[in-house]
T-cell receptor, first 115, second 114 residues
Framework: DSGVTQTPKHLITATGQRVTLRCSPR?????VYWYQQSLDQGLQFLIQ???????AKGNILERFSAQQFPDLHSELNLSSLELGDSALYFC??????????????FGEGSRLTVL | AQSVTQLGSHVSVSEGALVLLRCNYS??????LFWYVQYPNQGLQLLLK??????LVKGINGFEAEFKKSETSFHLTKPSAHMSDAAEYFC????????????FGQGTTLQVKP
């Protein structure tokens, strides 16, 4: 158990819909990361938040947005869903801002299926 | 731009045999390099990381990796495979280490045959 909690574990929805994925980081960790894992794209970095502020952005679509709340949990919002958004979405957390200062701990992921 | 290439999407070994998973990186600056393992229906777990200290890095579960700058490689090895090693393995790079972003390879699925 990494200490990172993601909900829901599985989600099935239809095209055009909107979903919210939730992540609770390990106790004490200030950074939260979102990654997308799909068969065709592999593991792709989406976005990083540190202590409530956006710190790095990757290949995140404009239809996707995220935020980190004062209690440090994070939510990833996916809207106008398309079939290609079906993937496993991982949340990770770390104590510091960078990998040089500590390890990333990954949750078990939220599997999104868009029909 | 930084990138990671894992040679071989599937590797099959017999129990007790040497495990060798290949990873080559591209980075314009001295990189931080990582190997992660993903067991079925689980998240990624860090096996080991290279942070410009020793070039031979020892990790958990008997795995180790050697950083070879001249070959831009960071191959993962284990002398003797166990059935429990069957999983997907990812190599990842972080340029300079001053970021939390990791760039992952496509992954290598390790099959261990009895």
């Amino acid at each position: 158990d990494s200490g990172v909690t993601q909900t829901p574990k599985h989600l099935i929805t239809a095209t055009g819909q909107r979903v919210t994925l939730r992540c609770s980081p390990r106790s004490g960790d200030l950074s939260v990361y979102w990654y997308q894992q799909s068969l065709d794209q592999g593991l792709q970095f989406l976005i990083q938040y540190y202590n409530g502020e956006e710190r790095a952005k990757g290949n995140i679509l404009e239809r996707f947005s995220a935020q980190q709340f004062p209690d440090l949990h994070s939510e990833l919002n996916l809207s106008s869903l398309e079939l290609g958004d079906s993937a496993l979405y991982f949340c990770a957390s770390s104590l510091g801002l960078a990998v040089s200062t500590g390890e990333l701990f990954f949750g078990e992921g939220s599997r999104l299926t868009v029909l | 731009a930084q990138s990671v290439t894992q040679l071989g999407s599937h590797v099959s070994v017999s129990e007790g045999a040497l495990v060798l998973l290949r990873c080559n990186y591209s980075s314009s600056v001295p990189p931080y390099l990582f190997w992660y393992v993903q067991y079925p229906n689980q998240g990624l777990q860090l096996l080991l990381k290279y942070t410009s200290a020793a070039t031979l890095v020892k990790g958990i579960n008997g795995f180790e990796a050697e950083f070879k700058k001249s070959e831009t490689s960071f191959h993962l090895t284990k002398p003797s495979a166990h059935m429990s090693d069957a999983a997907e393995y990812f190599c990842a790079v972080s340029p300079s280490g001053n970021t939390g972003k990791l760039i992952f390879g496509q992954g290598t699925t390790l099959q261990v045959k009895p």
